[in-house]
Every structure is written in C-alpha cells, then in structure tokens.
C-alpha cells in the first residue's frame, strides 16, 4: 500500500519513482511541491522548502513509517508555504490553469507605492 500526504501544495509519497511511476518504499519520502504550478517559485524558496522537509523527516527518524506522521509533515511544510507567501516570498500564479487563492487574497499595492517583492 503506497503511503501518502496530500495538501494543496505539497505532496509526500513514501515512494521512489522510476520511470516515471510510483514504487512504494518503505526507505524513500518522495516530495512534490505545488503539482498544480500555483505559485510562482524562485530556487532559493523550493530549497527553504526541501531544507526543512529534510529536518522534518530526520525528527521522525526511529519512528513508524504512518500515513499520520506524513501527514504531519505535509501539514507543517504547507503552513510553511502559507508564510513564505505572506511574507511575500512566494507569489499566486496568475497563469496557472486554476487560480485558487486558498492561501489568502494576493497582495495588491496601491498605485505610487513600490512593490516590496
């Protein structure tokens, strides 16, 4: 049985893939970050993102391998994307095929003031 966590941007498989496909794991955390290219992403945010999916992982070392416990740290890394957003370190794709701001309205700055991003 493949083991997963499913959030809207983050998704945690306990999986290698090859050849494109999914073989369940019991070694191997796959993660997947924004599937759906919701949000616009520069490499230093995926790297804060994979850094801290790295120290999550390595806390739960010794532990059972549960649906559960990837699902506690698909949670904490998607509160994490919420506050890069808010801190305006991440942005909403506003081409992605779907625009869903499930993570808070985007940030408008009114006309004359600089764009803080």
């Known amino acids: 049985m493949l083991l997963k ?5 983050i998704r945690i498989f306990a999986a290698e893939v090859e050849k494109n496909e999914l073989i369940p794991s019991e070694n191997v955390l796959t ?12 490499e230093e945010s995926l790297q804060k993102v994979y850094r801290q999916f790295d ?9 059972d391998l549960t649906e559960y416990n990837l699902r506690r740290i698909g949670s ?16 909403y794709n506003l081409n992605s095929r779907v625009v869903n701001y499930s993570m808070g309205l985007p940030r408008v700055d009114s006309e004359g003031e600089p764009n803080p991003s």
């Open 76 to 91: 904490d890394l998607e509160h994490s994307v919420r506050t890069m957003l808010q801190k305006g370190e991440l942005s």
């Open 31 to 42: 993660l997947d970050i924004d599937p759906d290219n919701e949000l616009n992403w520069n």
């Open 55 to 63: 120290e999550l992982v390595e806390a739960y070392n010794g532990e």
């Open 5 to 9: 966590s499913t959030t809207r941007h």
